[in-house]
Structures are given as structure tokens and as C-alpha cells.
């Protein structure tokens, strides 16, 4: 007994730790649903019009109802589209009926329409507020010179257009452009890889006490001291 206590010890020490920080990947698991559920709702919520006062965290995802006149020019972010690939995200200023002045992302556009002409006129829109965060330390700089942009950054953005800092991400335009596709406000975007994370650690627990078991059997059959 005492010759395979060290590797019962080793083993269950190890495949407890190991199925703990499993655990905890499935408790993380059902909080990030919960939050996704909760940001579903919110998208998909009853629309409402443009706020007067700004505040992002209490506005993201926000569904908005605004109509106004819907300018031609645009900045374009370079994105590369599932199923579509590379292409643009067309972002260009409406003058709202009540005379403000909003960005506005009207969808994607293939990468050799970025000389397309924009429809401009008014407009009835339903969508989604935005602050999107997609900036880290490996994203260029945005080549203004070139109106090419890798970055939806909202403040730069209107001071480019000169707008409020609020982008209204369009889900339905009427009427819409023809070689414009709106890409919707979703939760597709956000990372839940909190399964895998808890599969991995549940593996390594089984592989852990397999190996242990191995162990413990050359112990008793007399190959290891």
C-alpha cells in the first residue's frame, strides 16, 4: 500500500484540481449565456427613438426607429465576410428630421464597390446602437488618406463626418441600396468558448487519472521502485 500511496495522493490531487477549473468553465458558461440572452432581448427589443443624452453603457445594442436624409459620402472598414469575403462596411452621416446628425452603418458592400454610387435621400431606418469594440494592439492605423479604415471608431469617425458620436447600425433601410447588404447587430461576434474550455480541462482529468492508473500499476507489478 504504501508503495502506490504517492500516486493515489499525486492522482487525485491532480484530476480534483483539474475537474474544479472544469467546473468552473461550466459556471462561466451559464453566466455568459445569461449575459447573451440578455443582449438578445435587448436587440430584438421594441424600438425606440434617438436618446438626447449619450451614455454607451446603458445604450448598447439599443433598438432605435430614425428617419432623415441619408448622405452620399461615406468612410468604408475593411471586413472580410463569412461566405463573402472581403469587402467594406459602408458608414456614412444622416441628417435626422429633427436636424442632428448621426453615423450610420449601412452594411457591406464587395471589396470593388468601393467606388459605387450611395443611394442619398431620405430615409426610414430600424437598427441598433453601437459602440463596437474591435481595436487591439495588432489593428493599423486607419489610412485616412486613402478612406480606408480597419476599425469602426466611433469618435473618430464623427469628428471625420462631422456627426454625433452615435452609430446606428442598420438591420432595415427603406428604401435600401442595391449593392448594399446591412449587416445586423448580433451576438455571433461575441466569443462563448466557455465549453471547449470546460471539455478541455474534463479530458485532461480523465487523461490525469488514466495516467495515474498506469502508474499505479507498475508500482504493484513491480517495474518502478
Do not use: C
Amino acid at each position: 500500500m504504501q508503495r502506490i500511496l504517492a500516486p493515489i495522493l499525486i492522482g487525485l490531487i491532480g484530476a480534483g484540481i483539474l475537474v474544479a477549473l472544469g467546473t468552473w468553465q461550466m459556471q462561466r458558461l451559464d453566466w455568459k449565456r445569461g449575459i447573451l440572452n440578455e443582449i438578445e432581448t435587448t436587440i430584438a427589443g421594441e424600438a425606440q427613438p434617438l436618446p438626447r443624452v449619450i451614455e454607451p453603457s446603458a445604450q448598447q445594442y439599443l433598438p432605435l426607429a430614425v428617419s432623415g436624409t441619408l448622405e452620399d459620402t461615406a468612410l468604408f472598414v475593411l471586413v472580410s465576410v463569412k461566405r463573402q469575403g472581403a469587402g467594406w462596411r459602408v458608414i456614412s452621416a444622416l441628417q435626422t428630421d429633427d436636424g442632428r446628425r448621426v453615423l450610420v452603418d449601412r452594411g457591406f458592400a464587395r471589396v470593388d464597390q468601393k467606388d459605387a454610387a450611395l443611394f442619398a435621400g431620405p430615409v426610414s431606418i430600424a437598427g441598433n446602437l453601437l459602440w463596437p469594440d474591435e481595436r487591439s494592439s495588432a489593428t493599423p492605423e486607419n489610412d485616412l488618406d486613402k478612406n480606408t479604415w480597419f476599425a469602426r471608431d466611433v469618435a473618430q469617425m464623427a469628428e471625420a463626418l462631422q456627426t454625433e458620436p452615435l452609430l446606428v447600425v442598420v438591420r432595415q433601410a427603406s428604401p435600401s441600396d442595391g449593392h448594399i447588404t446591412p449587416l445586423p447587430v448580433d451576438t455571433g461576434g461575441i466569443p462563448n468558448d466557455h465549453l471547449q474550455y470546460a471539455i478541455t480541462w474534463f479530458s485532461l482529468a480523465a487523461v490525469w487519472l488514466l495516467m495515474t492508473g498506469v502508474w499505479i500499476r507498475r508500482r504493484v507489478n513491480g517495474k518502478e521502485s
